[in-house]
């Protein structure tokens, strides 16, 4: 049994169903306290942050701004609950503060805080603009058709050898 169990957990590791793959976090209603909003994806695989699209929109502080990988980098303190953007070209940072740590299978985690700051001279802590409320919905891809097919493969297998068994 300890076999088929250790053969059941490779194949599915091997087909690309197990746990951990990348999760699309979606920012859902971030409201600055100067009447502009967030909005936006970033993609979490593996404690990185691989891929991004956040748009700030204008309010009475701030112009809009389009935070994307070409354009600014990112950065995450898992022990914190952290996530960072920073500009490339204004020296902007948009930091989102989560409630808890990213669950590995998504859902939704809410927001403590939004704080974007403009000049900010590597001060992460520099509030120009806070949101209030707001939560990021994480997604995570459907398995592959053939990693399904794998692992229905292996349980007919294993169910077969055991009424053999008997």
């Not at 009475?60 to 500009?87: C, E, K, R």
């Not at 490339?88 to 669950?103: G, H, S, V, Y």
Request: overall charge positive.
């Amino acid at each position: 049994m300890k076999r088929q169990i250790r053969l059941l957990f490779l194949t599915a590791a091997a087909s690309g169903f197990a746990l951990g793959g990348p999760v699309t976090w979606t920012l859902q209603n971030p409201q600055f306290n100067d009447g502009g909003t967030a909005n936006g994806f970033f993609v979490f695989d593996r404690n990185i942050i691989t891929d991004w699209n956040i748009t700030t929109t204008a309010g009475s502080a701030f112009s809009a701004f389009n935070y994307i990988p070409s354009d600014s980098t990112a950065s995450f303190l898992g022990f914190i609950g952290l996530v960072h953007f920073f500009s490339n070209d204004e020296n902007r940072i948009l930091t989102l503060q989560l409630k808890t740590l990213f669950p590995a299978l998504g859902g939704t985690v809410d927001l403590v805080q939004v704080i974007e700051c403009l000049n900010c001279n590597n001060s992460l802590f520099r509030r120009d603009r806070d949101a209030i409320g707001g939560s990021v919905v994480g997604t995570v891809p459907e398995p592959r058709s053939s990693s399904i097919f794998a692992f229905a493969l292996l349980a007919l297998y294993v169910a077969r050898r055991r009424i053999a068994r008997r």
